[in-house]
């Protein structure tokens, strides 16, 4: 039985100083997207809008407290629409001040506070898509509803939650890496 033997051939590592030195280095804080940047202040921004258009279409029908999931809906807008003016109110406060909002208990606030939140906005999107897709399509009763109301109401909570969840990412990232 023949074995062939590994051979070492010997390399000359390079200086770790030299390209230590040379290597731009990135931190956390700089990431847009983050608390207290104006990324993170667009996301904000945007989860307020289509919140708020959401929470807006879906109060503005009469029978939407007939049904368990638009209730949840509306319930998990308003409460989405208020964490992220808040929070967005308080990224142009860091944003004119100059302040970096990347302390340890502050991002772990905004972690658990983005994860609730995008969750109920999640949950509460696809049940209300749920019923919707059942009074659509399933019943046929779209002529007695408001159904392009509902579609554009659950549409603005997917759309709600889709920016709120690269804040949580971004924030539970930060929380991640200290």
Request: aromatic share 16%; net charge negative.
């Given at each position: 039985m023949s074995v062939s033997n590994a051979s070492v051939h010997p390399v000359d590592a390079p200086s770790l100083q030299t390209e230590a030195a040379n290597v731009p280095r990135v931190r956390m804080k700089d990431v847009q997207g983050m608390p207290g940047t104006i990324g993170g202040f667009f996301l904000r921004f945007a989860q307020?809008?289509?919140?708020?258009?959401?929470?807006?279409?879906?109060?503005?029908?009469?029978?939407?407290?007939?049904?368990?999931?638009?209730?949840?809906?509306?319930?998990?807008?308003?409460?989405?629409?208020?964490?992220?003016?808040?929070?967005?109110?308080?990224?142009?406060?860091?944003?004119l001040v100059g302040r970096c909002l990347q302390n340890s208990r502050v991002v772990s606030l905004f972690a658990v506070g983005d994860g609730v939140t995008s969750t109920l906005t999640f949950a509460a999107a696809c049940a209300s898509a749920g019923i919707t897709v059942?009074?659509?399509?399933?019943?046929?009763?779209?002529?007695q509803n408001h159904c392009l109301e509902f579609e554009t109401a659950?549409?603005?909570?997917?759309?709600?939650?889709?920016?709120?969840?690269?804040?949580?990412?971004?924030?539970?990232?930060s929380l991640a890496s200290r």
């Open positions: 307020f809008v289509f919140a708020a258009v959401s929470l807006c279409v879906m109060a503005t029908t009469g029978d939407f407290p007939s049904v368990t999931a638009f209730c949840y809906l509306v319930a998990a807008a308003g409460l989405q629409s208020l964490w992220s003016l808040s929070l967005g109110i308080l990224d142009i406060y860091a944003l059942l009074i659509g399509n399933d019943l046929g009763v779209c002529s659950t549409a603005m909570a997917f759309l709600s939650w889709f920016c709120a969840l690269p804040s949580f990412l971004l924030n539970f990232w």
